[in-house]
């Protein structure tokens, strides 16, 4: 028989109260070849009983998988099929994989929380910290807050005290400017803001949410049994405003449909959000018959953490009327028709077309400005969006400043009540600085080594006293970490890694750099993302005996390793934070540690092509899901066929016994056990 159909792999996890915990004794992996055992054995269960001959478990999940491909060195790609580290994991990738596509959410959580406490062990990446959200403005500012998905805030939300200087008017200071105006090209924070108040989603979150998404441009979504297809009521009266000919267009349920498929035509870089998930070719407009027969059947209604089934038309809207209560606009709605989105395999799609790049944009506008060389028209739609949202770019001034102003044909509420947004580009912080303190500025980026100048400030204005604020508002979806080059010596020995991960004075660094704006993070899912867990996890601080003791341990003498630990140059953050590592590690017996700054450019494509010693870099949500952070930053580069997991009832996992974490390392065609 061959080796595909006899190989299977089996990853154990210890479910306890819906959460995988590993026990709270330190991990201890195994590498021993267990036996062959039929896939058709794993599914019927009994190879529980078979593999527990040898090795006493007390399982809840099994990963099974026909074959594993090991990813050629030539055809990685960090951050897309394994981590940025460059270690190969292959207990990692099936892992997430298997996290990925599991629709039950308390089994997927209960993956990543495998997920997290495996990567806590290897460390791929060496974690620092998750930054707390920091507000910085004038109290005459009003609803000012932050959702750590871009667009960060919606400008529609915003007012301002009429004793304010200039009280229809807010300036917003900050630094970068955007790569592109244009949601399927952009790919950083500035071009996410822009586009995120220009253009609209069919679903978006509410607020400083991010637990839930709210309607958009869809009044209403339903997705199948098997979670494969995904049905969406497209909201009537809806108007794209193209500021720049005085032109309208009306949204349309082919716009929805055009825009998915513009994003994977463009194939720019955010467009694996889209492509790598929904089967884009089959993407569809759906009449309101073939709607009706399809709901009923019944479809499931993810709403808040709750699931509804509807067999009906007016089930599906009612859910919809009902569940929403603080979306002014959701009250009441028509209907413009329905657009069907396919999966390639089950995923939450919701949180990807929440996205900016999940952005509707307008067929016919695209159309107008496309050329037989620009199809798409990205190179008009740079700088000349027209879109939905309660924002219009009048002007862009680059490398100075981008205005906005209120859209008059804006379909949703509140209605924009500050008659003009001007986003600055202000590269250096103390410019910043000044224009806050004067009153030039409404708020802005300061960053945490610069606080403290902004701390009691006041301007009388008015006849009042303002105030200038400075406060946290939770967690970012964010973290910042180290990258050690796993790929080369002497961090592609994990003791080693874990040595480093014991000599970092992370109090210090929170403390000193952050001011107290963070806290440790011990894996790639961060707080606010289910699956994070602590339970059973290493929480690394500075110890630098334990660190000498593992390196004795791993028979490696540092004294031969000059090394460098490197960051991009204008980050101050960084820029501390590796000064720090090169004081604490010099006590490792490193032959050299020295600290370099690369522009941003050369800094990528060094950890991009393994250039490198140890790097900092940080990572954000794309969307609030954990695989945007599992998957780029712990996969472990390998690929499979027939991957699965075998869930185990309470009474068949309680039968056998452990008190620790066991990974069975096995070669093809052997079991795995873990």
């Not at 054995?41 to 491909?69: G, L, R, S, W």
């Not at 009048?394 to 981008?402: D, G, K, L, N, V």
């Not at 000044?434 to 403290?452: I, Q, R, S, T």
């Not at 712990?634 to 996992?653: H, M, Q």
Request: net charge negative; proline share 7%; charged share 25%.
């Amino acid at each position: 028989m061959s080796a595909a159909k006899y190989a299977a792999v089996f990853i154990v996890g210890i479910l306890v109260g819906g959460i995988v915990v590993y026990g709270a004794f330190p991990r201890k992996v195994v590498k021993e070849v267990v036996k062959e055992v039929p896939k058709e054995v794993v599914k019927t269960k009994e190879v529980v009983k078979e593999v527990t001959k040898e090795v006493p478990i007390k399982p809840n999940f099994v990963i099974v998988y026909d074959q594993a491909t090991k990813i050629p060195e030539g055809e990685l790609m960090r951050w897309t099929n394994i981590n940025p580290g460059g270690l190969y994991s292959l207990e990692l990738s099936a892992l997430i994989l298997a996290a990925r596509y599991e629709t039950d959410a308390a089994k997927r959580a209960a993956l990543y929380a495998a997920v997290q406490r495996l990567a806590n062990d290897e460390l791929p990446l060496i974690y620092l910290y998750q930054p707390h959200i920091r507000l910085h403005y004038w109290n005459w500012v009003k609803n000012y807050y932050a959702n750590p998905i871009a667009p960060d805030f919606k400008i529609n939300w915003l007012e301002k005290d009429p004793s304010a200087p200039r009280p229809d008017q807010i300036v917003y200071v900050t630094i970068g400017e955007p790569e592109s105006l244009d949601p399927a090209v952009s790919y950083e924070s500035a071009g996410w803001f822009i586009a995120g108040n220009v253009y609209e989603r069919l679903v978006e979150y509410y607020l400083d949410h991010t637990d839930y998404v709210i309607p958009g441009l869809a009044v209403a979504w339903a997705v199948s049994p098997d979670g494969l297809n995904y049905y969406f009521a497209i909201r009537a009266g809806v108007k794209f405003y193209d500021p720049y000919e005085g032109k309208t267009y009306d949204l349309k349920p082919s716009d929805v449909v055009f825009s998915i498929k513009r994003v994977a035509g463009i194939k720019e870089s955010p467009s694996w959000i889209i492509t790598d998930f929904i089967d884009v070719d089959a993407v569809t407009v759906v009449s309101e018959d073939e709607m009706k027969d399809i709901l009923a059947k019944g479809l499931d209604v993810p709403v808040k953490g709750k699931s509804y089934t509807v067999k009906s038309l007016d089930e599906w809207v009612d859910v919809f009327k009902k569940e929403f209560p603080e979306v002014p606009y959701q009250k009441d709605f028509q209907i413009a028709g329905f657009v069907k989105v396919p999966m390639i395999e089950p995923y939450p799609a919701l949180p990807l077309l929440a996205s900016i790049v999940g952005s509707i944009v307008s067929e016919d506008y695209i159309k107008a400005h496309a050329t037989p060389d620009d199809p798409w028209a990205t190179e008009y739609m740079y700088e000349h969006p027209c879109g939905t949202g309660a924002y219009y770019v009048e002007s862009w001034e680059h490398q100075a400043q981008i205005v906005l102003k209120p859209n008059p044909h804006y379909w949703g509420l509140p209605k924009p009540k500050i008659k003009e947004f001007i986003y600055k580009i202000v590269p250096e912080a103390q410019s910043r600085i000044l224009a806050l303190k004067a009153g030039d500025a409404d708020f802005g980026y300061v960053p945490a080594p610069v606080e403290e100048q902004m701390e009691g400030v006041t301007l009388e204005h008015g006849g009042k006293t303002w105030k200038f604020i400075q406060e946290s508002k939770g967690y970012d979806l964010a973290q910042v970490h180290l990258v050690p080059n796993c790929a080369k010596p002497p961090f592609n020995n994990k003791l080693v890694r874990q040595a480093l991960a014991w000599a970092i004075p992370y109090d210090e660094i929170i403390k000193t750099v952050l001011m107290g704006h963070g806290d440790p993070v011990y894996g790639p899912i961060v707080r606010g993302l289910f699956g994070y867990t602590e339970d059973g996890i290493t929480k690394y601080n500075l110890n630098l005996e334990k660190a000498k003791e593992l390196l004795k341990k791993a028979g490696v003498d540092l004294s031969k390793y000059s090394i460098e630990i490197a960051y991009n140059e204008g980050n101050k953050v960084r820029e501390q934070i590796a000064t720090i590592l090169q004081q604490t590690w010099s006590q490792l017996g490193f032959k050299e540690v020295k600290v370099t700054a690369y522009a941003w450019p050369t800094y990528i494509d060094k950890l991009e092509t393994g250039d490198f010693d140890v790097g900092i870099i940080g990572w954000g949500a794309d969307y609030a899901d954990p695989d945007n952070f599992a998957y780029p930053l712990a996969t472990g580069g390998y690929k499979f066929i027939g991957l699965e997991v075998v869930w185990l009832s309470p009474t068949e996992a309680t039968v056998f016994k452990t008190t620790k974490d066991i990974i069975m390392i096995a070669p093809s065609g052997r079991a795995i056990v873990g």
